[in-house]
């Protein structure tokens, strides 16, 4: 590696974390990297070596782009099952408010006409509860 492209590495370095945990890693004084920067000392190995490992770990941990793709198709995801499990409550509710008012309308033609007012004052209890309950479930 030549001085110069040396020269370019560790004033990159130094551009990218900061001066002073530049020079806290590589425990060395502020004049010694200004005299390495003007070329009015070499470099020495032991500093070259812990640089590239330095620039190495910068190259690597760079943070990855995300793409928006990815988010909005796991929007839409979340949204169809959103989707799904209301409309599975919802066909809960109005099974359970049918049978409700075919029970009730059953057992109250039996005894009399104010007794199959169940027919339609059951359905109606019993869809406002399951709602309620399936409701703070969620």
């Given amino acids: 590696m030549s001085s110069e492209r040396a020269r370019e590495m560790i004033s990159s370095i130094i551009e990218a974390i900061g001066i002073e ?3 806290s890693e ?3 004084s502020r004049e010694d990297v200004d005299a390495w920067l ?3 000392r070499p470099i020495p190995f032991h500093i ?3 640089a590239l ?3 190495a770990e910068l190259y690597y941990r760079k943070p990855r782009i995300a793409r928006v793709e990815a988010y909005a198709r796991s929007r839409s995801v979340v949204s169809t099952a959103v989707f799904k499990k209301m409309l599975i ?3 809960i509710i109005v ?3 049918l049978t409700s008012s075919m029970i009730g309308y059953t057992v109250g033609s039996w005894y009399s006409s104010f007794y199959a007012g169940l027919g339609l004052f059951l359905p109606l209890t019993i869809g406002l ?3 309620l309950i399936l409701g703070l479930k969620s």
């Fill in 53 to 55: 490992k330095m620039k």
């Fill in 26 to 28: 590589m425990n060395v």
């Fill in 48 to 50: 070259l070596s812990k």
């Fill in 129 to 131: 509860v399951l709602i």
């Fill in 21 to 23: 945990r530049f020079l």
């Fill in 38 to 40: 003007k070329g009015e």
């Fill in 89 to 91: 409550k919802s066909t």
């Fill in 95 to 97: 099974l359970a408010m």
